[in-house]
T-cell receptor, first 109, second 112 residues
Framework: EDQVTQSPEALRLQEGESSSLNCSYT??????LFWYRQDPGKGPEFLFT???AGEEKEKERLKATLTKKESFLHITAPKPEDSATYLC??????????FGDGTTLTVKP | ETGVTQSPTHLIKTRGQQVTLRCSSQ?????VSWYQQALGQGPQFIFQ???????GRGNFPPRFSGLQFPNYSSELNVNALELDDSALYLC???????????FGSGTRLTVV
């Protein structure tokens, strides 16, 4: 069975304090690993897709990386507007994605 | 792009009742997936529809059923509601060209 574990569950940072979120996964053949951002009361918003180990994607202050067992979401010099829950998901093939429970990031000014 | 629209946004039902949730997928997307998200947890896969056929299902009982229409909009039906069905129900659309989901804002269902 596919599994996704995200850590830490919650992360509090000061504005400008860089850090990383972890997503560990086990999957029977990875078709893609996805990162989403979810604000309270809203649906997840797609950020990145990573397909193979060694791949990296960047968007503003966020950079996602992928190895054979885990993915990291690096946040450089975060701002309060980066506060949200970040979800990681894996898709083994056609069909469902399996999500982790997310990391809730709070960035204090 | 029109995005994914879900209705209603909030709903309160009594245990044992039936509910229908609706979703209009993003223009150009032919695949619709439904997820259940309990508070503080990640979304759990319910099922997926492609070209009006169910082509994947998660660990949910048969009282969870769905439909996809020719315009790719979709419905989620839940019969015999239980208290544990209280959750945020998310609709997500996708296409071959865009493998990441576009999610709607969800329907918050409360069963009392």
């Amino acid at each position: 069975e596919d599994q996704v574990t995200q850590s830490p569950e919650a992360l509090r940072l000061q504005e400008g304090e860089s850090s990383s979120l972890n997503c560990s996964y086990t999957v029977s053949g990875l078709r893609g690993l996805f990162w989403y951002r979810q604000d309270p009361g809203k649906g997840p918003e797609f950020l990145f897709t990573l397909y193979s180990a060694g791949e990296e994607k960047e968007k503003e202050r966020l950079k996602a990386t992928l190895t054979k067992k885990e993915s990291f979401l690096h946040i450089t010099a975060p701002k309060p507007e980066d506060s949200a829950t970040y979800l990681c998901a894996v898709r083994p093939g056609a069909g469902k994605s399996t999500f982790g429970d997310g990391t809730t990031l709070t960035v204090k000014p | 792009e029109t995005g994914v629209t879900q209705s209603p946004t909030h709903l309160i039902k009594t245990r044992g009742q039936q509910v229908t949730l609706r979703c209009s997928s993003q223009s150009g997307h032919n695949t619709v997936s439904w997820y259940q998200q309990a508070l503080g947890q990640g979304p759990q896969f319910i099922f997926q529809y492609y070209r009006e056929e169910e082509n994947g299902r998660g660990n949910f009982p048969p009282r969870f059923s769905g439909l996809q229409f020719p315009n790719y909009s979709s419905e989620l039906n839940v019969n015999a509601l239980e208290l544990d069905d209280s959750a945020l129900y998310l609709c997500a659309s996708s296409s071959i060209e865009q493998e990441g989901y576009t999610f709607g804002s969800g329907t918050r269902l409360t069963v009392v």
